[in-house]
């Protein structure tokens, strides 16, 4: 069994910053790709960055510029740096992980239980 807990979001102004945090836990093998997506009020889930366990990267447009992803495979944690924050980055934002089996080294996704960002003044 394994678990997402993700930690940082809360209320900014616009023009602020905030940092996220997910650290995994529990039964862990191995971690591939790591991710944030983010599900805004009355609107469908969407991705936000993702990060490989090799440091490649992947931003949705409308963060680019903004927003920086990145990793430490050592605590399994992943992080989303966000910088210039608009009103419409207010969502909750979720962190996914894909694990590996050690026995069959096949693939399987968790998602963290998702913490508020509001950006407003």
């Known amino acids: 069994q394994v678990q997402l807990v993700e930690s940082g979001g809360g209320l900014v102004q616009p023009g602020g910053s905030l940092s996220l945090s997910c650290q995994a836990s529990?039964?862990?093998?191995?971690?591939?790709?790591m991710g944030w997506y983010r599900q805004p009020p009355g609107k469908q889930r969407e991705l936000v960055a993702t990060?490989?366990?090799?440091?490649?990267?992947n931003y949705v447009d409308s963060v680019k510029g903004r927003f920086t992803i990145s990793r430490d495979n050592a605590k399994n944690t992943v992080y989303l740096q966000m910088n210039s924050l608009k009103p419409e980055d207010t969502a909750v934002y979720y962190c996914?992980?894909?694990?590996?089996?050690?026995?069959?080294?096949?693939?399987?996704?968790?998602w963290g239980q998702g913490t508020q960002v509001t950006v407003s003044s």
């Open positions: 996914k992980a894909e694990f590996l089996r050690p026995s069959t080294y096949s693939a399987y996704t968790y």
């Open positions: 990060i490989t366990r090799g440091g490649s990267t």
């Open positions: 529990g039964n862990i093998f191995r971690i591939n790709d």
